[in-house]
């Protein structure tokens, strides 16, 4: 064989080598996405008072992220500019994902930003709000509305399944402030003297970017542990995640970008009240993210494990009728209105739970990013927890599937105070508080569902 041949075959078996090598790395990734902004008047969601909108800064979205590996698994990430998703919604688009789609509980997680300029739902926080018919009717229809639309959102993204690279890496910002160690009119002094302030934080921004086979970016998909309560006024708005997210979409046109809020249940952005600092920290999430994708990042091989468990949670007293009694004559409006709701559920011969299930997802993404998902609001100790026990490449994904309630650690249920204390009746449980085994539940519901496809323990 000539020197010739030799060569062309060496170059030949080379370029296959890399081409194979390309292909082992390709996903199948499909994206879809909905505008979510409210055509009628239902309320802003949150802050304990009746908020009519009036007009908007920019759309609300909620977006699908499709994933299927090599061998056929699948997973959908829903993000979401709602300020909580009731689970007498989502469990109505996991009944449909099952029956349309043969998507189980455990291949799909629904996330919600915890956006305080984004629209009611369904029961959620539904004491928080005085009772208009009217409004109930809007709330209804709407509701019903986005159950239809996220599940043809998501329909579409496994329909658009391509060929694509997916790969992590990190980056930091640190507009987040812990709101129970620092007081918020003391923040703005204590920033500009460089102060440092105080209590756990946590200050990571996970990135997972997919990009064609070709190199094109496709999505962008990115979290931070903080609360989106920048604004409190009655215009629609995604609040910094929803700035954030239109900066990455505008210096990538065609790109959709796609944020997650971590554990954030104690983290609040300070200073804040005005659109120049919801914009500033947009810019400075969009501006971590960005820094992350001058990096070269991780490569995740096409392999997808994901188990999903519902445990749970322990009332510490299950409130009795003559608590409630005593409750329906508060001056305090929200649980006033929640007794007399009570009240009435009692005498219609309803019996109150002692428990209350709690969602948890763990999914698996190639050989080292693992993403765990947490219903309502975490805080974030177990961002730092999980992290530590199962290692820096992990994402402790909170404002998942269901918004039952604040989820304190067992630090912060010793402390008490707004996260850790007797407020969870807000959410409609017939308790004021947790039992204080709260963070035993879910460390350990946690640790099953890991040990289960990977054998990882804490160190």
């Not at 300070?270 to 600092?277: A, F, M, N």
């Not at 961002?383 to 820096?392: D, H, L, N, Q, T």
Request: hydrophobic letters at 40%; charged letters at 25%; a neutral charge.
């Amino acid at each position: 064989m000539s020197h010739f041949r030799i060569l062309t075959c060496v170059l030949l078996l080379s370029t296959m080598s890399l081409t194979n090598a390309a292909e082992r790395n390709l996903w199948k990734v499909g994206l879809a996405r909905r505008i979510i902004t409210p055509q009628t008047s239902v309320w802003l969601a949150g802050y304990g008072t009746k908020r009519p909108p009036s007009g908007k800064l920019h759309d609300l979205w909620m977006k699908a992220l499709a994933l299927e590996d090599q061998v056929g698994n699948q997973v959908v990430l829903i993000t979401s500019d709602f300020q909580g998703v009731p689970r007498s919604m989502s469990d109505r688009v996991f009944a449909l994902l099952k029956s349309r789609h043969q998507l189980e509980r455990h291949q799909v997680m629904l996330t919600f930003s915890h956006n305080h300029c984004g629209p009611r739902l369904g029961d959620d926080l539904v004491d928080y709000y005085p009772v208009e018919p009217d409004q109930v009717r809007l709330v209804e229809d709407y509701t019903d509305h986005m159950v239809t639309e996220c599940v043809a959102m998501i329909g579409e993204a496994l329909n658009s399944l391509s060929p694509s690279v997916i790969a992590e890496g990190r980056g930091h910002t640190t507009f987040a402030v812990n709101r129970r160690n620092n007081r918020e009119a003391d923040v703005p002094e204590l920033v500009a003297q460089g102060q440092p302030l105080v209590g756990p934080v946590d200050h990571d921004v996970p990135v997972l970017t997919v990009r064609k086979a070709t190199g094109e970016m496709r999505a962008v998909l990115f979290g931070y542990a903080c609360h989106p309560t920048t604004l409190s006024f009655r215009k629609w708005c995604g609040d910094y995640p929803g700035f954030a997210q239109l900066n990455l979409e505008r210096a990538h046109p065609g790109a959709m970008a796609m944020f997650v809020n971590t554990c954030g249940g104690d983290q609040n952005p300070l200073p804040r009240r005005t659109v120049q600092l919801c914009e500033k920290y947009g810019d400075m999430l969009s501006g971590a993210v960005e820094d992350v994708l001058k990096q070269e990042l991780t490569t995740l091989k096409p392999e997808i494990r994901s188990k999903f468990e519902s445990i749970d949670l322990e009332y510490e007293h299950v409130v009795t009728e003559q608590e409630l009694q005593a409750y329906a004559a508060s001056s305090n409006i929200i649980l006033a209105r929640w007794a007399r709701r009570q009240l009435k559920r009692l005498q219609e011969g309803v019996t109150f739970p002692t428990t209350c299930e709690y969602p948890l997802h763990a999914w698996l993404l190639g050989d080292s990013t693992l993403m765990i998902g947490m219903g309502a609001e975490t805080v974030v100790d177990y961002a730092i927890r999980f992290k530590r026990e199962f290692g820096r490449t992990t994402w402790v994904c909170g404002y998942t599937d269901d918004m039952l309630a604040y989820i304190p650690s067992r630090r912060i249920w010793d402390e008490g105070g707004y996260e850790g204390g007797a407020r969870i009746y807000e959410y409609g449980h017939p308790a004021l508080r947790w039992a204080n085994n709260v963070e035993d539940r879910v460390a350990g519901g946690v640790h099953r569902l890991v040990r289960e496809f990977t054998g990882k323990v804490s160190n």
